[in-house]
């Protein structure tokens, strides 16, 4: 009787470290272009969901996914500068 075993170890090495240096930033930005997608989405669905006047109920699981969106457009406008003139500006109304 014969018996015979064996085993195989490998190792890989990159030979252009710059190459794997600029895969790690491209996966870096797509990563953050990803999470500033989904917070802008986000962002526009939570508004779409409060001009419905809709919201999470206070203490849902899901409260917290428009929990820190905050609804401005009842804000007073701030009026932009004006150049200066000779003319007087005229206020609206």
Same mark, same amino acid.
């Given at each position: ?7 195989? /170890?490998?190792?890989?090495? +990159?030979? #252009? *470290?710059?190459?794997?240096?600029? =895969?790690?930033?491209? $996966? ?8 500033? #997608?989904?917070? *802008? @989405?986000? *962002?526009?669905? =939570? $508004? ?6 809709? @919201?999470?109920? %206070? ?6 996914? =428009?929990? #820190?969106?905050? %609804? /401005?457009?009842?804000? %007073? ?10 003319? %007087?500006? *005229?206020? +609206?109304?």
């Amino acid at each position: 009787m014969n018996s015979n075993y064996g085993a195989q /170890i490998s190792f890989s090495v +990159p030979l #252009d *470290l710059e190459m794997v240096e600029l =895969c790690k930033q491209l $996966a870096r930005r797509k990563l953050e272009k990803e999470r500033v #997608d989904y917070e *802008l @989405t986000r *962002l526009k669905n =939570c $508004a779409e969901v409060f001009k419905g006047g809709f @919201t999470f109920a %206070p203490g849902s699981q899901f409260a917290v996914v =428009c929990g #820190d969106v905050v %609804p /401005i457009a009842g804000a %007073p406008k701030r009026q932009q500068a004006s150049r200066v003139t000779s003319e %007087p500006v *005229l206020q +609206p109304r």
